[in-house]
Structures are given as C-alpha cells and as structure tokens.
C-alpha cells in the first residue's frame, strides 16, 4: 500500500515538472492537482456539449426531414412517370417527357437545398417572418397529408395572399424572428420567463386577424368574423361603445317617444323586468331587448317615466267593417314576415307579430299602419299606399288571428300606491335610470341626447390584459379574447358595477362577436392592404323625389343603394339600371315575385302608385348605372344561341340554376333570365363573377370572349313570350 | 517517458523561438520563477512573492480576481455582441431576436453577458464584504478603499445601463423605474423638493435626453456601456491594483 | 456560488493549513507569487468560467416583448440591485428613497476608513477586537440584501404584499400608504431628539468610545449610524403605525 501510494507521489512530482509546482515546501498538496484536472477536464467536456447544442438546433432536424419528405413524394412521382413512359401515345409523349424533366429538376432543387434559415421580410408591414424556417412545405399543396411542420397550408389563402407579400405573423401571430417552437409562441406561455401577450392564435381566434384588412361585414371564408360583425351591429353595441366600423351606426332599438299611447303598463312592465320572457327563444333573431340589472324600484319609475309620454288624440279609430280574410290575404302578399316574425318564423327586421294584441291596441295598429313614420321616423318599415279599407282588413287579421292573451301586471308590481305612480319625482328617477343605463343607446327620445355612455372599445385585440378589469374570478385565463366573451356573457361576473345588460346572445354568437371585436388591432396596415367595398360613393342622404321615395318605402331597410342600407339583399341597387331591363322592372315593382325560390325575404309588394313607379324605374334606367355595361343590346346570331345552349349543358349549369322544369336552387332560375337580365350584365357577369359581387358563389371559369357571347346569346334567348307582362300606361 | 518529456522541455527552452518570448529558462529555479513574475506583462501585478497567509482561498476567496475576471468577460463578450447589435428603437429589439435565432452562439453569448453582469455585481459587493470584515480598508488602504467604493458604483451603473439596450418591456419599464428617481433630486430635478427646473431641463431629462424614454435614451445609455463606463472603470482598476500593491500588498498584521 | 467550492476545497483537505494560519500571524512568511498564487487564480479563473458556461446553457437571459410606452406591466420592478431601493419608495417620498439614501450610502461607505480609528483587526476575519464597525456594517448589508429578496420575492401587482407561493392573479385590497401625518410639534422635536439623544446618549454612557474616536469622527460616525437605523426604524412604524410622514412641510416631507 505504502509503496504504492510513494510511487503515486513520485509521479506526481514529475508531473508537477510540467505545471512548474514543486512539491517540496509548497502549500500546494496533491489535492490541487485533482482539482486541475476535474475543473480542466469538465470545462472541455461543457464546451464541446455547447458546441454541440448550438449545431443541434431544432429547425435543422425539422428541415432535415422535410426535405427527405419532399424528395420521397417527388421520386414516387418520378417513378410513375417512367413507368407510364412506353406507354403513352405519340401526342402527348413531349409533355409527359416535360413533366418527367421537370420532376427530375425539382428533386434535384431540394437536393441541393442548403440547410439555413428561412426568413420573409414584408417591409410595408413592419414584420420579419421566420416561420418558414421550420415550416418549408407550407406553399406545397402535395404536403398537405402530412403533420406539422411539414404540412402544406390548408385551403387556398396562400394563393390569394402571397405569402412574400403578407408573410404569416401578420394573420398569425406569434413570435416571427423565432426559430424554435417554444420561443415562436405557438402556446401562449403566461407565468413562465416569456409572458408573450402576442402568442399564435388560435383556430377560435385566428379569423380576427382577417378583420385586420378586410373592413367589410362579410368576408369570404371567414364565418365567424361575417357572423360576429353580424351580431355586433344587430345588438346595436355602438349604440354606446365607439366601435371600428360601426362608429356611424344608426340606434337599433324604436323611438320610445309616445310610448305611453302605444303599449299597456302591464306589458312595459313585464318587458323591462325579463325581456325574455316575451320570446325566450335565444340568440339574436328576436327581441334583441337586453337584460339590464335593475331593481324593482328602478324598473317602476322608468316605466313611469316612458308612460308618461303619450299623445292619445293622435291615434285614430279604424273604419267600420274590416274583413279578416281579405286581410288575411293581404298579409301574405304584403309579405309582411320578410321583416316580422310570425310564431318565431320570419325576417328579423321587425317585432314579432304573434300575440300583438297583449302590447298594442287595435287603435294604435291602425294609426300605426295608417301613418308610420309619424310615430317611428326611423323605423325600418316602409309606409304602405294601402287603402283604409285594406288597413281595416290586415289589422282586423292581426287582432283576430295574431290575438294574444290579456296581460297582467306582473305581481311585485301590484301593490304600488297610485299615488307614487306619476308623481314628478319618479319621472324624473326614471330619466335618470334611462340615461345612466344608456337606453339612449338603443332608443331616441326626444330631448335626451347623451352620446355613448360606455367606453370606447377601439384597438380591443391591442389592450394590454393587465390592464383590463378581471375582478375576484379565478379559473380564467387571462387573455383580452376570454376578457370579451366573459363580459359578452355575463358583464357582472368581472365587474360588479358594471352597468352593461345581458344580451339574448348564444354563445356561439358570443364567441363571433368576440373574434370580431377582437378584428381591431390597431395596427397600421398600409391601403394597398386594406379590403372594403365601402370606398365608393357614400351618399347617406338621396337627393330628390328619388330619395323622397327611398325614404318613403324604406328602401334602405333591405337594399344598399349608393353605399348604404342593409344587407337583407345581397344585391346592390346601385348598377341596377345596367343589369335588368325596364320592362321587366316595372313588372316587378308592380307585382314583386321571388327570384330565388329557398329564401325566406322576399320584396314586399308595396302597393306603389304608378307614377312612382315610373320615377323609379326612369331613375333606375338613367342613373344607376354602371358606365362599365354597354347601354345598347347585344345581337346574336342563330348559332351563337346553339353553342351557348351547349356550353351551358357542358358546364352543368343546371346543377345550380333552374331552366324549364329542372335544376338546382344554389342560384337563381334562368327560365325567364332573357326578359329580365340585360345582355351587357349577363355577358360581364358571366366573364367576371365577382368583379361585381365578391361574395358571389358563381364560378369563374375562364370563359373565352366568344364562349361568354354564346352563353349570353342563349341565356338572352330563355324568353317567356307568352306571359303577358302587365305595363301600366304611365303619364 | 516523463524523461524523454523533461528532455523535450529543456530543448524547448533553448530554442530562439521560446527565449525570444520567454526571457526566462523553464519556472522550476527560484530564479527563474521570479524572473516569470518580472517579466511577464499579467504576472507582473503580483508583487515577487506574497504572504502565505494572503494565498489562502479561505481568505479572498479570489472575490476580487473573480470581479476582475468578470469584468473581462464582460468586455469580450460585449466586444461580440456589439458586432450584431444596432441602439435604435427600429432595430435594437429585432437584433436581439436574430442573435437569439439567427446568430451561432448569439444567445449564448447574451446569456454569458448578462449572467456575467450579475455575477459581477454581486461578486463586488461580496468583496467589499470581504475587505471590510478583514479590516482591509485600514490605513494605508483608505484611498483605495475609496477607489473601490466607485468601482462599485460603476459596476451598479454599467449593468444599469446595459439593462435598456434589449428594448424589451422588462428593459423599458425597469430603466423607468429607476431614472424616475433622478426627478426627485432636491433641487435638480422637476418633482424634488425645492425643485426649480421644469420637466424639459432637470436632471432626468438629461439623463434620458427626452422626457419619456425614447431612442435618445437608448443612444446614451449605449454609449456609457460600451466606452464611458468602461473607460472609466479601466482607469479606476489600474488605481486599485496599483494601490493594492503600493500600499503593501495583500492586507495582513503590519 | 461560485466561490463556495473553494471555500469546501481548503476546509476538507487541508488541516495543515489551521497551524499555518496561527503561524502566519506571528511572522509573515511569503512565498513566490509564481506559482503558488497564479496557480490558484487559474483554477479559480477556470472554475468561474465553467459555472458562468453552465449557468448560460442551462439559463436564458430573460428577453420580453418588444418595449412599449403604452403598455405598463404591473409591477414594473427595477434591475435586482436597485429593489431595495424601490421598496423604501413605500416608506418615503422619491427624493429620499431614490436620492438621498443612495448618496447618503455611497458617502457614508467612503468615510468609513476616515472614521474608523480602531487598528486593531487588519488582515483577519475577527470579530471580538472592532465588535461596534462589525456589527453596524453587518446590519447595514442584511437591511440592503433583506430589502432586495423583499422587494424581489414579497411584492406583487401594484406593489402589494404577495408571499412568493401566491398566485399574482389574488386580488388584494391596496395597502395604506400611511394616513398619519405626524403634528409638526410631535414630529420636528421627535426627529431632533432622535438624533441629541443618539449622539448625546453614548458620549454620557460609553466616554471611552468617544474619547478614542475625537469629536469629530465620532459625529460623523454617528450621524450615519443614526440615519441608517431612521431609514430603517420607519418601516416598522408604517407597519404598525400607519404614519405616513414624521416631519410634513410644504416643501418636502420625511
């Protein structure tokens, strides 16, 4: 042993030669020499592991198999294509001989692919994107069966964004100059080192970055941000938030002025204290009336206050005699449920019809009828050229058929003192109420003007969630998009004194309206970027006896025209007097019939005097035109017609179309098309569908100049020249 | 084996190369050794030969020499990340990232850098822990103990500093907090006592050379880290060392 | 942490080195700088570097999102070094906190030597020959490093109270920024009595610690002393007390 360890020491102090320590009278024992070596030994070992950590980088791997990926499918594709080879005919044998070349020269590409990171630079919009990086197949449709990050992007929205121009991050998110999947974001990591507020969105949330440049209410695939934008402005949430897009919105709710002679203390009453008890159907479709947190106290006195409203001489008593029958059939072919609901079926532009007796009376109905835009100035409803006769009728309908139960005053209400019901004192509480919970937000009263009570809620998707409100809520995630639907589904949850009543929403409709709300980042998007149909000619107010009639008929409820109205058509009237024809119009406007048979709004028969019609259909010739639509009829020649009748066999147009007996209802029947479509439209259509409407479902296919001709030639020819079209002799 | 290797060293030390560079013969002679320490520029901060006592780990626990080494580490370091970073709001945050992503041992630098920098602040304070339970300050020490109450100072300052240049929220909102207190300065500043400058000319705004942190800031604090500070500090290291030794050595019984 | 190994290396191996330690003091033997001393600064030097490798392996340095003026991430907490500086903002208007405490500090450090007028205790960690600087300079760096891992680990949104195993999503009722102002006659004779008696106090009941100081060391001295143990004595009065200011003037408050 003791020779042993002598021997040890001399070899040390041998070695202590080269590291110039002698042994002898040094403080130094061997005990240093250890540590020498261990310190030495594990700092080589650690350099080489960082050496080898920093080579070993996670998208090398990842690119690494992409490309045998790659090489794989483009060498089984090779293989086929030799193999067919000898058995491909003379004619096509030079392309398939192209193609094979070009498959070699493909797979000779990714050979040569240097491994390096990939990087798109979008200067316009402030982003470096590195995602390729990982993500190389992302442009190749043929990946699109394998997994991330390997996969091919689905759908086609890297072939209408190029993905040089756009780069990822900016639809996205998440962090792009990153090159590993942790530090891009592709969770939101909240709590660690890196809380990243601008993670990867998900595919709830990924659709209101489509928001960031397409401004228009629908936008092509993209459903939940169409439905959001949707449900934004029928709850009327501008009514007191500044929101993007919908800083001009008009109130959604009826002018509470008169209230007093229209409905009855037991309905009012029962109305504010649970607006769903009305309909408890939820969702948006109808009443749109919100639940607000208020006492019973509070609910008396604003119920005083709207009461004492009222203007009883106004109302007028309906003639003598009405029939309920003719009314009946009046009601129908007003096509009163485009707008109104009838026991939960209908349009939701107007209030459900159904037990309409329990809120108004007969009187109001008639007065209502006779004089509408006297007691609702803005109402969507047009004023109807009826006859007293035919208003007798359809409210005498209403009252005998749509009647509903007497309603009683609810019983915490009963016992109120009749002395406290209109004392100055309690109207003056209920104005109060009226303005603090901003029903001016909803509802114009006469008097009462008070702006948006609410916070703006311009930039949400960029609010810092910090910053936000959270209240004593555990279980949430804090993020801005859960912050929204929470508030959406229960404002009191976050914020005791939150003053925001409950919408009807489903939460579905929840969720949309969050993705839209969220569309608003505040990011400075260059305009070559920005999509919006609304930058033309924007004329709020139509000039004229032509905007007299719009106003009178409401054209506006269902129709754009020049930039403004709803969207209950999905059809613009603004180049209306290019695409149809003036016979056909007056027809039209005479006796309206439905041009697409599965939709439920149809054009409601106005009952127009003729002379209005002919103003209409004039101003529609001669105005609203589009200068893009030759003005003069096209002439075809007998075998343009038969080349077009076969083209439109050959692309199975009638899969979608109705023309004679059979077809699909996608569009609209082409039976008649040649009466009422103009030559120009049909030809411009056909070669272009969606130059005029984006969201059109028709296909582009590519037609040639002269296979458009023949396919407006033969459609121009689908004429029903036996009807005989009633023409009024105006003037 | 180890005689051939002692007879290769011997030889080595005769050849022109080595004692052109090496006045000295192999450090196994006393004489030679001391030669080392006389001859060779980083040696040449040790005195000859240094108290027993004052070796011991157990006693400095190399806090000083550690700082030192830091320090060092620091400058190559920083000299490195220099190479890839630009102090402009455009571009600052976005260098981070491509050293992080894009740069061969760029974050690996950054981590190294900024480990470092705290290492450094707390090795000084240690130190000055160390000296002062050794009683190390005592006279003759007083000036440099001085010199090295400024060092730590400029270390406070240079890892201050350093701490914008990222331009990340952390960076932003921790560089607010502490220049926020230049305002307060009696006098000096717009919201101290006594103040007599407005917003636009008080100390802070000189500081930040904005009244809001913005690339001004970002330009100065980029300038102080890379070459005042450390300038300064070179220079009151040379003081420190120098004194280390004029004042005789490594503390000890006198 | 880097300095604990070599501390375990000398204690674990050598128990030679206590006899040489006793001898040293006796008759200061020395030894050649190369190598016994250059030997242990490479290892030392090697060791650091090996940590400082591991340490940026193992650890990123922590880089957020890009900065933003607009966004304000609560708390927003300063570098480390500067916490506990922060946390005495809870106790006293900026302009002491950030201003006059870390003057007062870097001043009061520089004098010590000047003060300080014991010889006894160079070269040794001892605390039985200069009990009173060893004792004040130790309460000093436990206040500073205690602020520090308070203000670090104990303080959450809004700077609020949170113990470090506590969820920062809590919400927490804000803490009282103290409602008591102290009477100008409770509060100026308080704060002048504090510093007569302090100094008056030990010159009447410890002549002898005066006498080897002189009048004006021992002033000094006490002046710093006594204002540590104030900027340190308001916590607990905040705490228990709820005052906001001792002394409130239309200028400045403490």
């Known amino acids: 042993m003791s020779r042993v360890s002598r021997h040890f020491k001399n070899l040390l102090k041998e070695i202590s030669f080269f590291l110039f320590i002698t042994m002898d009278k040094s403080t130094l024992g061997p005990i240093h020499y250890v540590w020498f070596a261990a310190v030495g030994s594990a700092l080589a070992v650690v350099i080489v592991v960082l050496c080898i950590k920093e080579y070993a980088r996670e998208w090398k791997h990842h690119q690494a198999i992409a490309r045998r990926l790659q090489i794989k499918a483009v060498e089984e594709k090779i293989k086929t294509l030799e193999s067919e080879l000898p058995s491909v005919n003379e004619e096509t044998r030079a392309k398939h001989e192209d193609r094979l070349r070009m ?65 990822c991050t900016i639809c996205h998110e998440g962090q792009g100059l990153s090159t590993d999947y942790m530090h891009a974001a592709h969770k939101p990591l909240r709590g660690l080192d890196r809380p990243w507020q601008k993670a990867v969105l998900s595919r709830y949330l990924i659709q209101s970055s489509c928001g960031k440049c397409h401004l228009d209410k629908e936008v092509p695939f993209a459903p939940l941000l169409s439905k959001g934008r949707d449900v934004i402005e029928k709850a009327g949430c501008s009514g007191c938030h500044k929101i993007r897009l919908y800083e001009s919105q008009e109130k959604v709710g009826p002018s509470l002025d008169l209230l007093g002679s229209k409905v009855n203390r037991a309905w009012l009453l029962r109305w504010l204290s649970e607006p769903r008890e009305y309909d408890p159907s939820a969702g948006l479709i109808r009443p749109r009336m919100p639940k607000f947190n208020l006492s019973k106290e509070q609910i008396l006195a604003l119920e005083a206050f709207l009461m004492a409203s009222r203007n009883d001489a106004a109302l007028k008593e309906p003639v003598e005699g009405g029939d309920p029958e003719a009314g009946a059939l009046l009601f129908r072919e007003s096509r009163c449920v485009t707008c109104h609901l009838v026991e939960g079926k209908g349009g939701y532009l107007g209030p459900e019809l159904a037990g309409i007796t329990s809120k108004v009376s007969k009187k109001w109905l008639y007065s209502y009828i006779k004089d509408t835009h006297f007691f609702q100035p803005r109402t969507k409803m047009p004023q109807f050229n009826f006859t007293e006769k035919q208003m007798s009728d359809i409210v005498e309908y209403l009252c005998e058929e749509l009647q509903g139960e007497e309603l009683e005053i609810p019983e915490d209400f009963e016992n109120v003192p009749d002395s406290d019901k209109n004392s100055g004192e309690m109207v003056n509480n209920g104005k109060k109420i009226f303005m603090d919970y901003g029903c001016t937000g909803c509802h114009a009263k006469t008097g009462i003007d008070q702006g948006r009570i609410a916070p703006d809620i311009i930039g949400l998707g960029s609010r810092d969630e910090e910053g936000l409100e959270w209240g004593n809520v555990h279980g949430i995630d804090k993020y801005t998009g859960n912050w929204v639907f929470a508030r959406l589904k229960d404002p009191i949850l976050l914020d005791k004194k939150a003053k925001m009543p409950v919408f009807p929403f489903t939460e579905d409709e929840m969720a949309a309206a969050t993705v839209a709300l969220l569309s608003d980042t505040m990011e400075d998007i260059p305009s070559q970027y920005i999509v919006s149909a609304t930058n033309r000619n924007n004329y709020p107010d139509l000039p004229g006896e032509f905007g007299k009639l719009v106003d009178k008929y409401r054209c506006r409820s269902c129709h754009v025209v020049y930039g403004d109205g709803g969207w209950v058509s999905m059809h613009p009237l603004d180049g209306e007097g290019s695409e149809v024809r003036k016979e056909w ?147 | 084996m180890i005689k051939r290797l002692k007879r290769f060293a011997e030889w080595l030390v005769r050849t022109q190369i080595w004692s052109s560079i090496f006045r000295q013969g192999w450090p196994d002679t006393e004489r030679n050794r001391i030669l080392t320490t006389i001859n060779t520029l980083v040696f040449h901060l040790h005195p000859i030969k240094v108290k027993s006592h004052g070796i011991k780990v157990k006693y400095t626990f190399c806090l000083g020499g550690i700082s030192f080494f830091l320090f060092i580490v620091e400058t190559i370091t920083g000299v490195l990340l220099m190479f890839y970073y630009r102090p402009t709001v455009e571009y600052a945050y976005q260098d981070m990232k491509d050293l992080e992503f894009a740069v061969t041992f760029g974050l690996f630098l ?145 | 942490m880097q300095e604990q190994q070599p501390e375990t290396r000398i204690t674990s191996s050598d128990s030679k080195q206590k006899d040489t330690a006793s001898e040293t003091q006796k008759k200061p033997d020395k030894q050649l700088a190369f190598p016994h001393l250059v030997f242990k600064e490479f290892i030392a030097l090697m060791l650091v570097t090996l940590v400082l490798i591991i340490i940026s392996m193992a650890a990123n340095a922590p880089l957020e999102e890009e900065a933003s003026p607009t966004k304000t991430p609560n708390p927003a907490k300063a570098p480390w070094y500067f916490v506990g500086l922060q946390e005495m903002l809870v106790y006293f208007d900026p302009w002491i906190a950030g201003v006059m405490i870390p003057v007062l500090i870097i001043v009061g450090l520089m ?67 103290g409602t008591y102002i102290l009477p100008s006659f409770i509060g100026v004779p308080a704060t002048i009595g504090y510093y007569v008696l302090g100094m008056w106090l030990p010159i009447l009941l410890a002549r002898n610690f005066y006498k080897t100081l002189g009048s004006t060391s021992y002033f000094i001295t006490m002046f710093f002393v006594l204002s540590m143990f104030g900027f340190i004595g308001k916590i607990p009065l905040r705490f228990i007390f709820d005052i906001k200011y001792i002394i409130h003037t239309p200028w400045f408050s403490i």
């Open chain 3, 111 to 177: 004098a010590i030597p000047f003060v300080d007028k014991n010889p006894k205790g160079v070269g040794i960690y001892c605390f039985r020959e200069r009990k009173f600087s060893f004792i004040i300079f130790t309460i000093g760096i436990v206040a500073w490093f205690g602020l520090i891992i308070f203000g670090c680990y104990f303080r959450g949104p809004s700077w609020l109270l949170y113990m470090p195993w506590e969820s920062w999503d809590i919400h927490k009722p804000v803490i009282s920024k």
């Open chain 1, 103 to 167: 498959m070699k020269m493909i797979r000779a590409q990714a050979l040569a692919m240097p491994v390096k990171i990939q990087q798109i630079q979008v200067d316009s919009l402030k982003r470096v994107d590195r995602c390729t990086t990982c993500h190389t197949g992302i442009e190749d449709v043929n990946m699109n069966a394998h997994e991330n990050p390997y996969k091919g992007h689905p759908g086609k929205y890297l072939q209408w964004h190029d993905i040089e121009k756009f780069g």
């Open chain 1, 585 to 731: 119009l007056r027809g039209y406007f005479t006796l309206p019939y439905t041009l697409r048979p599965i939709l439920a709004e149809r054009m409601v028969n106005l009952k127009m005097s003729d002379s209005e019609i002919d103003l209409l259909v004039n101003f529609f010739g001669s105005v609203m035109v589009l200068n893009s639509i030759p003005v003069e009829e096209y002439t075809f020649k007998e075998e343009e017609i038969a080349k077009g009748k076969s083209l439109f066999d050959k692309y199975g147009c009638i899969s979608c179309h109705i023309m004679g007996k059979g077809g699909g209802y996608v569009g609209p029947p082409l039976t008649t098309v040649g009466d009422r479509l103009t030559t120009g439209w049909i030809y411009e259509y056909i070669k272009n569908p969606r130059y005029y409407e984006t969201w059109s479902l028709q296909p582009d296919y590519g037609f040639s100049a002269e296979d458009a001709r023949a396919l407006t030639a033969y459609l121009a020819s689908c004429k029903e020249v036996k009807k005989d079209i009633r023409i009024s002799q105006g003037k």
């Open chain 2, 110 to 254: 950054r981590n190294m850098h900024r480990w470092a920098a705290h290492g450094m602040v707390l090795t000084v304070i240690i130190h000055m822990c160390r000296v002062f339970y050794t009683g190390s300050y005592k006279p003759p020490r007083e000036y440099n103990w001085c010199v090295g109450v400024s060092l730590l100072v400029l270390t406070l300052l240079l890892s201050f500093t350093g701490y914008l240049l990222p331009w990340d929220q952390l960076a932003y909102w921790a560089v607010t907090v502490g220049t926020n207190m230049a305002k307060a300065t009696p006098v000096l500043g717009a919201e101290g006592p006594f103040h007599v400058l407005s917003e636009m000319t008080d100390i802070c705004f000189y500081l930040r050379g904005s009244v809001d942190i913005s690339e001004n800031t970002l330009l100065r604090f980029y300038v102080l880290h890379c070459i005042a500070l450390p300038l300064a500090a070179v220079g009151l290291m040379g003081i420190h060392f120098w004194r280390v030794r004029k004042d005789g050595g490594i503390s000890g019984p006198l």
